[in-house]
């Protein structure tokens, strides 16, 4: 079983930054890729950034160019640094891990609690 720990989330004027973070542990035996989905009020949740394990990244075409996902695998983390923040980035922020366990054939998907941010205007 994977555990995700998030933190970074806040409220920020329109233009500030914040820096979300979100450490995995438990059994895991390797990483597939890590990342960050977020859902505002009324709508569907939507992929924000993924980094794989070999340092591949994507992003939704709305964050390109502000937020930018690093990863540290020596100690299981995943970074958000989100630039230029808009109103419609406000949303609860999940971080997401798709991981090999210690037992097991397949991959296994786990899901943070979610963070909230909040950008003013």
């Known amino acids: 079983q994977v555990h995700l720990v998030e933190s970074g989330g806040g409220l920020v004027e329109a233009g500030g930054s914040l820096r979300l973070s979100c450490a995995a542990s438990g059994s895991i035996s390797s990483i597939n890729k890590m990342g960050w989905y977020r859902q505002a009020p009324g709508k569907q949740r939507e992929l924000v950034a993924i980094?794989?394990?070999?340092?591949?990244?994507d992003y939704a075409d709305s964050v390109k160019g502000r937020f930018t996902i690093s990863g540290d695998n020596a100690k299981n983390t995943v970074f958000l640094q989100m630039n230029s923040l808009k109103p419609e980035d406000t949303a609860v922020y999940s971080c997401y891990c798709n991981a090999y366990l210690t037992s097991g054939f397949y991959p296994s998907t786990s899901w943070g609690q979610g963070t909230q941010v909040t950008v003013s205007s």
């Open positions: 980094i794989t394990s070999g340092g591949s990244t």
